[in-house]
């Protein structure tokens, strides 16, 4: 078995089901979910209590008990000699913070896996495989969302993505992720808007009345999505994931929608810095082709 300690929001929680998912599928056995994370129910100082949100995704999930736990955290002694005389036994894999295990497609189950693992050179080779993974099921969508698709996907739409919730009201959060600036999307819209014919501007937020309040007077076409809430939140990556262009902000959520975008001329415009708060390969998280700002 491979079992995957989840943690994060929905985009978080998918980088971390597709490693674990390859890593099953090559060795033929199941993925098994740690959800322990989402019992703590008190906010914090940078820590957001957060769901279980694979859920959307329709698909038959197995959950660990701690006995399947003890197996990784406390190895039997027959486990302890396997180890020392290098056969295979379960083992812990932890990324390191901001790192990456360029092997640990080699690993051999049964493995525990900790850690946020947000990087698609994990996918490599399997980009049609997490593809299939996370097909959004849209058939029961409200008629506002059904009624947008056909607008969506037939003109130069240009999601923009803009995060901000946590990443203002949380002072330790903010430090860490920052926020993208007004000049970084108006930039960002420029790179874009030079480059297609009769660009629409669609916007995203879990902040609508900031971002109807900062981008009403930009010179084009625009559409502000603010009905999806909650649960229902998923609806927009979906949506931005329709559309022909993405402007990402640093965030898992819309870096999800940009990859998950088969728009094969799609252009997208992410951050140059992901992180406020700690120095990382840009290489890891954004794709060559990509344009950063």
Not at 34 to 58: A, Q, V
Not at 185 to 196: E, F, Q, R
Request: with cysteine.
């Amino acid at each position: 078995m491979v079992v995957i300690k989840l943690q994060g929001g929905l985009g978080n929680q998918m980088f971390q089901y597709a490693i674990a998912a390859i890593l099953a599928k090559k060795n033929k056995t199941k993925v098994i979910i740690d959800d322990s994370i989402f019992n703590i129910r008190e906010k914090t100082l940078g820590y957001t209590p957060r769901d279980f949100e694979l859920s959307i995704f329709k698909k038959s999930f197995n959950f660990a008990k701690n006995s399947d736990l003890l197996l990784f955290e406390k190895p039997s002694v027959l486990n302890k000699i396997k180890r020392k005389i290098q056969l295979n036994y379960p083992k812990i894999s932890t990324e390191p913070p901001f790192g990456f295990l360029p092997n640990l497609n080699q690993v051999k189950a049964p493995v525990y896996l900790k850690g946020y693992f947000q990087s698609y050179l994990y996918f490599s080779g399997f980009e049609d495989f997490v593809m299939d993974l996370f097909q959004f099921p849209i058939d029961n969508l409200s008629k506002e969302n059904l009624d947008l698709i056909p607008v969506l996907k037939n003109k130069n739409t240009v999601a923009i993505h803009i995060r901000r919730g946590d990443y203002i009201t949380d002072a330790q959060t903010n430090q860490f992720h920052g926020t993208c600036s007004m000049d970084y999307y108006l930039k960002g819209i420029a790179a874009i808007t030079s480059k297609i014919k009769n660009p629409m501007l669609v916007f995203f937020s879990d902040d609508s009345a900031w971002v109807k309040n900062n981008f009403e007077k930009v010179p084009f076409d625009k559409i502000f999505i603010s009905h999806n809430k909650g649960a229902n939140s998923w609806i927009d990556m979906y949506l931005m994931s329709i559309c022909s262009h993405n402007i990402i902000a640093n965030s898992s959520f819309s870096w999800w929608a940009a990859w998950l975008n088969r728009n094969k001329d799609k252009i997208i415009v992410a951050p140059k810095k992901w992180f406020e708060g700690v120095n990382i390969d840009s290489k890891l998280i954004l794709l060559d082709g990509w344009i950063t700002k």
